[in-house]
């Protein structure tokens, strides 16, 4: 998968380079994403989770930015990411529809009812962010000037930080899962976001404790997105979940 070779690329570049693969990460994780959402879904229910997703990540960073709220005060690094509208780089909402859906779809699987499926998607992107966050401090593509306190070892990102990552993806997953009432989901094949997802959570484990230099980001990483990777593994290999169409159970 494209996608997974780019991301292995990422410890291996610096400066414009590293910014570039940073700009191609996002689009062929929002893209692979769209696509699997458009094949399985239907084009206008894809449309629907970007316009759902990168317009609520959108109104939040810009927010955030201006404000504070709801992660804490921070700003973007200038003219690394493309263009940018009100301080946050474009490609930004775009980051969020890719490493969302993966997510989405998880919870899902572990549980489709409503009132599970949404806080735990809310979990997960909490879990995601205890990846991303620290790798793009390390990197210059933002800071933060909030003085709230942040969690042991990572004292450069505050907890407010992490609240309002939830905070978000409950609004997201709330709406998600309105929309997701606009189109049947007859088990369609599962297996590419199922993919993304594990590939997310243990690739970063090891790019962050190997090759980044990056040990604490990914104990709470491997921790945070475990809140749903280790229900996950355990469903599978137990065929409580299933993959594709016709498979066998669900948790």
Do not use: K
Request: charged share 10%; aromatic share 10%; proline share 7%.
């Amino acid at each position: 998968m494209l996608l997974v070779l780019v991301q292995i690329s990422y410890p291996l570049t610096e400066g414009v380079g590293r910014d570039r693969v940073t700009v191609a990460v996002v689009l062929l994780s929002a893209a692979t994403a769209l696509v699997h959402a458009g094949v399985t879904r239907g084009p206008r229910w894809a449309a629907g989770f970007l316009v759902i997703v990168s317009g609520i990540g959108l109104a939040a960073e810009v927010v955030g930015t201006a404000t504070g709220v709801p992660f804490g005060g921070y700003d973007y690094a200038v003219g690394r990411l493309g263009p940018d509208l009100a301080g946050v780089p474009l490609i930004v909402p775009l980051a969020w529809t890719g490493g969302l859906y993966s997510v989405w779809v998880v919870a899902g699987l572990l549980n489709s009812r409503a009132a599970v499926r949404v806080p735990l998607t809310a979990m997960g992107a909490v879990g995601w962010d205890l990846f991303l966050d620290p790798q793009m401090v390390a990197d210059g593509q933002w800071s933060w000037r909030s003085g709230a306190a942040g969690l042991p070892g990572l004292p450069e990102i505050p907890v407010s930080n992490y609240l309002g990552w939830f905070a978000v993806g409950l609004v997201m997953a709330g709406a998600l899962q309105l929309w997701d009432r606009t189109a049947p989901d007859d088990e369609p094949s599962h297996l590419v976001p199922v993919a993304v997802f594990l590939w997310t959570w243990l690739g970063s484990t090891l790019a962050h404790g190997v090759f980044l230099g990056l040990p604490v980001s990914a104990g709470y990483g491997f921790a945070g997105l475990g809140t749903l990777g280790i229900p996950l593994v355990l469903g599978l290999c137990a065929r409580r979940i299933a993959l594709r169409p016709g498979g066998h159970g669900t948790m």
